[in-house]
């Protein structure tokens, strides 16, 4: 038996339980999948701990060989392991804890999402252009759905958040509507392919 | 013992499931590779590896920052295919390949998929830990550390292609800041505008499942995707049919539907 | 100097000169907040006039999926929401599926309740975090006592008083979801709109909100509420101005910098191809 048998079998038999637990209306497979969720959420607890372990390893690995920037790497297990050895010795509630958290790690996780800001401007300035019909459309849509999201908007016009709501509600939904069908039915291949034993890239398999 | 409320749902999922496999199983006793319209961003993958060959700068490529367990497994799971054919390029032209992991899963996987990739070239010994590399956990934290690696390292092509959140447009431009040319791909809608905006080639929807499976010459990959388009044309026949009926007055089709198996 | 030289040096100045100038619309206004009149559109509306119809002997479910670098988008509306259940004396119980989700909905507790004398375990109930995604989601709405065995503080479930009365989903009469990414308001409507027929109020971020849409449309989401505008529309129909209405300003100014910055790209553009094609 491969290494790779095994762990399809385990896939494929539980797959195979919660696709009846959903559709067929006996005890035993409600009992079952109702089991293999709540073991799906303790085998999520541990892949955040093996998250951790892994992320530990590696600038560990990076700060003892001195590879190029390892102050980088020592400072983010400092980081990681006085906020970790925080919360798991003192609680989440603890004053240190949430000053930490409130004070330092929020901050700096704002500060990266507002980066998107200034890629965004140099971006309206550099790339957004219409230089063709699809991008007039998109720089159109672009310019309505900005101006409805300020007060400005509603000032300019009345007809600005009405035009905007009818963007998002007729040609963005037609074309949410269409992504959401392709992808439903992406997953039933998906699914399909894992229960046949046919996909075998999660177990680490890859190329033609 | 069928909950009778889901009978369409059961009904949809066997019948696709069904057409499906059929493709599938005809890709896999040989029929005719399908033809596939020209996707530019397929051609600018050796482009990309042609650039970063006669530059001397590394390729980057990362898969996004889903995960495999949740709906954009599929995505992530294209993009790697894509990985394995940069690995095996990457190897064959002798050039540097850094590809970033967001999630934990998702790097383990990745090592093995780049080492394959490298072996395939003749190359095994041209992988190194230093190919893949797993940045964080957390969004930002990972966008954060590859905007480090792109101003660091400045790579000749960035290949971004899985499932992309909201750092796509930061890493896409940041990319063009440092000179690269980016390939860029997803299946997430509202993550396409930023790609086409601030990518040189981009693999919109179902290109990047499409463009993973003919770069591998998956077969297994093909069919299903063959099988997924048969799928598609059922779901748009009733659509119009629907749309029509509906538009003409005749209510008893989308009656039929909506009650089937109430 | 031509005009097509004029808008293209614009064009090609710095890029650091660009990001100044965005960083002065972005902190002048914070500094010196504008009063910012607004226009309260249909959703925010919808969530408000359904909180103001729900008996007072209901409980809401907020859960907070969503992590620390999206909190000026999210967070004001989370807050506004949960004053507006408080002030109407409707109870209130946060879980989340996402490690940071705890943190805000501690921040939201911090915010409201505890100001207003509210009692824990009574008037609210935080019941923390646990992993593993939608699965997590499913396995809770259908027993929420056996997923969350414990509350965020470590107290057993059983001792507190409000959780008597919410034992899965189909105790719920509304649910407020908070969510940055993953299955998001899809997931929600799979695992308790469609099963439970609880109704499900949505806030997502600005790029999210699009694909939300075609479940407004059919009804399985009540009202979905859009960033930072829709929290800024909702703290102005409770009249508690917070963290949406003091970031308006800020937005405001910033969008209308794109705008320009979009104009001058597109005037450069044609300007450009109008001399070629001469």
Not at chain 3, 80 to 97: E, K, P, T, Y
Request: hydrophobic share 50%; proline share 5%.
């Amino acid at each position: 038996m491969g290494s790779k048998t095994i762990p399809g079998i385990i896939v494929t038999t539980t797959a195979l339980v919660m696709i009846a637990e959903g559709y067929l209306n006996v005890d035993l497979f409600k009992t079952v999948g109702s089991e293999f969720r709540a073991w799906s959420i303790i085998i999520a607890a541990f892949a955040l701990g093996l998250a951790a372990a892994n992320l530990a390893r590696f600038h560990l690995v990076r700060v003892a060989k001195r590879n190029s920037g390892w102050y980088h790497n020592l400072a983010c297990l400092i980081a990681m392991f006085t906020l970790g050895i925080t919360g798991i010795f003192r609680g989440p509630k603890a004053p240190t804890y949430d000053f930490l958290y409130t004070n330092v790690y929020s901050p700096l996780s704002v500060a990266v999402v507002a980066l998107t800001i200034f890629f965004i401007a140099t971006a309206a300035l550099r790339a957004i252009t219409a230089r063709n019909a699809g991008a007039t459309i998109l720089l159109i849509a672009a310019v309505i759905i900005m101006l409805s999201n300020i007060p400005v908007g509603d000032a300019i016009s009345p007809m600005i958040p009405k035009f905007a709501a009818w963007i998002n509600k007729i040609p963005n939904m037609a074309g949410q509507r269409g992504i959401l069908v392709t992808s439903a039915i992406g997953s039933i291949a998906f699914g399909l392919r894992v229960l046949l034993g046919l996909e075998r890239t999660q177990f680490g398999a890859g190329g033609g | 013992m069928i909950i009778t409320t889901k009978l369409l749902s059961l009904t949809t999922l066997l019948v696709f499931s069904a057409i499906i496999y059929y493709q599938i199983r005809r890709q896999q006793q040989g029929a005719p590779l399908p033809w596939m319209r020209p996707i530019a961003g397929l051609a600018a993958i050796d482009e990309a590896v042609g650039r970063a060959t006669e530059m001397g700068r590394p390729i980057h490529f990362s898969p996004g920052v889903g995960g495999i367990v949740d709906e954009e497994a599929g995505q992530v799971l294209a993009g790697l295919q894509f990985l394995s054919y940069l690995a095996e390029q990457a190897g064959r032209y002798n050039v540097q390949l850094i590809a970033t992991m967001r999630n934990p899963v998702v790097y383990t996987m990745a090592e093995e998929i780049a080492k394959e990739g490298f072996a395939r070239a003749g190359v095994p010994d041209a992988y190194t830990p230093e190919t893949v590399r797993f940045i964080s956990d957390a969004q930002m934290a990972y966008a954060a550390g590859v905007l480090g690696i792109f101003k660091r390292e400045k790579p000749a092509a960035n290949v971004m292609i899985g499932a992309w959140y909201a750092e796509t447009m930061m890493l896409a431009e940041a990319a063009s800041n440092a000179g690269a040319i980016s390939i860029g791909g997803t299946a997430r809608l509202f993550q396409i505008p930023y790609l086409v905006i601030t990518c040189d080639y981009v693999l919109i929807g179902e290109e990047i499942y499409a463009g993973g499976a003919y770069l591998a010459k998956e077969r297994v990959q093909l069919g299903s995707l063959m099988g997924q388009d048969w799928c598609k044309v059922i779901c748009a026949v009733i659509l119009a049919v629907g749309l029509i009926t509906v538009t003409f007055g005749y209510t008893g089709f989308r009656s039929f539907i909506e009650t089937w198996g109430k | 100097m031509s005009f097509h030289d004029v808008i293209s040096r614009i064009q090609h100045m710095d890029a650091r000169v660009v990001r100044t100038i965005m960083l002065l619309a972005i902190v002048i206004p914070l500094a010196n907040p504008l009063p910012v009149p607004l226009v309260v559109t249909a959703n925010p509306q919808a969530l408000y006039d359904f909180i103001e119809g729900l008996p007072v002997d209901s409980v809401v479910l907020m859960s907070n999926e969503t992590s620390a670098g999206w909190r000026p988008n999210l967070h004001g509306t989370t807050v506004a929401v949960f004053a507006h259940l408080m002030r109407r004396g409707i109870r209130v119980v946060f879980n989340s599926f996402t490690p940071e989700g705890t943190m805000h909905s501690e921040q939201a507790i911090n915010d409201v309740a505890v100001p207003m004398g509210k009692v824990y375990g009574v008037d609210y109930v935080h019941l923390g975090y646990r992993a593993g995604g939608e699965g997590a989601v499913a396995e809770s709405l259908r027993d929420f006592h056996a997923t969350f065995t414990t509350d965020y503080n470590g107290t057993p479930v059983e001792e507190l008083p409000l959780m008597e009365q919410v034992r899965t989903g189909a105790d719920l009469a509304l649910c407020v979801l908070t969510s940055t990414g993953g299955y998001a308001g899809g997931g929600w409507v799979r695992q308790l709109v469609e099963p439970y027929g609880v109704p499900l109020a949505v806030n997502v971020t600005g790029t999210m909100a699009p694909s939300h849409y075609p479940y407004l449309d059919a009804g399985q989401i009540i009202a979905l509420m859009n960033d930072t505008k829709g929290g800024a529309e909702y703290e102005t129909l409770i009249g508690r101005p917070g963290l949406s209405l003091s970031i308006m300003g800020a937005q405001t100014f910033s969008h209308l910098l794109i705008l320009l910055l979009l104009a001058i790209s597109n005037v450069a553009y044609l300007s450009r191809k109008r001399g070629d094609q001469k």
